[in-house]
């Protein structure tokens, strides 16, 4: 999730309460540990919960986003260098695996690394082996790894994708973390929480109305987390009042479902609640900018063509709106 990444779970559900367990358990142990899950559901939480309750707790935890980085600067962020190694090499690097050396290392959506470091990867699991680019010296280091994935690695395993030994070496500790769809007794603590730190942030004391929180419960989150800490981002900047009532939460989730259509991120709108929310927000953006389409638009920060193709979906007659021969 996005903000502060801390290291406790969040949420009341049997779910979760069993990862809390779980990690708890793994404190003694060495082995990796493979965190999976949809974008948003906190897996870097998971992994900090784990690092935080092991015996590696006083040193860092070092994190590398495997989906960030190119081929050539992921080896070396890794792996370090040789001095000359590269162009731009002009002086030798000793790499985030030697500097995590009796740490934790989580490499975040670790699927998306060539199979070259998965190669490399593997030496380093099975043998503590690494051996900087563009070097022959060999260094042994005493990591212990964390990753993660959005999309489950069994998948991609076949052809080049994913090499079969590297996911069994991962898997020795696995987390599959539930969408919150799934788990809505988690949506409450989880609101609390941000709307807590809002609050540090804009010295307000931020609190939602009984109906708004249960429109939060009833919406999908198809982006979990992360989604609704951006609706709650939203609402508190739309009101001045500290209590957020359901109006402003139904504006927050409608813009939210719109930003999601406008980046092509799956719609989960399919009950009549979810497009009864779009079609007042839409209508009411549309009074606001007098019928007129671009304005309404860039209002509710969405290509024009978006805003036309809800206007049809969700059958929403401009009417007596549309002022402007331009619109």
């Not at 690097?93 to 500097?99: F, I, K, Q, V």
Request: charged share 20%; with cysteine; aromatic share 4%.
């Amino acid at each position: 999730m996005t903000g502060q990444v801390g290291t406790r779970l969040v949420g009341d559900s049997p779910h979760i309460r069993s990862i809390r367990a779980k990690a708890a358990g793994w404190a003694a142990y060495t082995e990796p540990v493979l965190i999976v899950g949809e974008t948003g559901t906190g897996k870097e939480v998971v992994a900090r919960s784990v690092h935080a309750t092991s015996s590696r707790r006083d040193r860092p935890l070092h994190v590398v986003n495997c989906a960030g980085l190119s081929h050539e600067v992921l080896m070396a962020e890794l792996f370090g260098h040789a001095c000359g190694a590269f162009t731009g090499a002009t002086q030798s690097r000793r790499g985030r695996l030697r500097a995590a050396d009796g740490a934790t290392l989580l490499l975040d959506e670790i699927s998306e690394a060539p199979p070259t470091l998965q190669a490399a990867l593997l030496r380093v699991i099975e043998n503590g082996e690494v051996q900087p680019v563009g070097s022959d010296q060999i260094a042994h280091v005493d990591v212990r790894i964390l990753a993660t994935s959005n999309r489950p690695l069994s998948e991609l395993v076949g052809g080049t994708a994913f090499r079969l030994d590297l996911l069994h070496r991962l898997a020795a500790f696995v987390v599959k973390i539930a969408p919150l769809r799934s788990r809505p007794e988690d949506i409450a603590p989880l609101a609390h929480m941000f709307l807590g730190r809002l609050s540090s942030n804009g010295g307000r004391t931020l609190e939602l109305s009984p109906r708004a929180m249960l429109h939060l419960e009833e919406y999908s989150l198809p982006g979990n987390g992360r989604e609704l800490r951006q609706i709650l981002v939203r609402a508190a900047a739309s009101t001045t009042t500290d209590r957020i009532d359901a109006l402003v939460i139904e504006a927050a989730i409608a813009d939210s479902l719109m930003a999601g259509a406008a980046t092509g991120r799956p719609e989960s709108t399919a009950d009549g609640t979810l497009a009864a929310v779009i079609r007042r927000h839409i209508t009411a953006t549309l009074d606001a900018a007098e019928g007129n389409l671009s304005a309404a638009a860039r209002r509710l920060d969405v290509p024009r063509s978006t805003l036309q193709h809800y206007l049809v979906k969700y059958e929403i007659e401009r009417g007596r709106q549309s002022r402007s021969c331009s619109a």
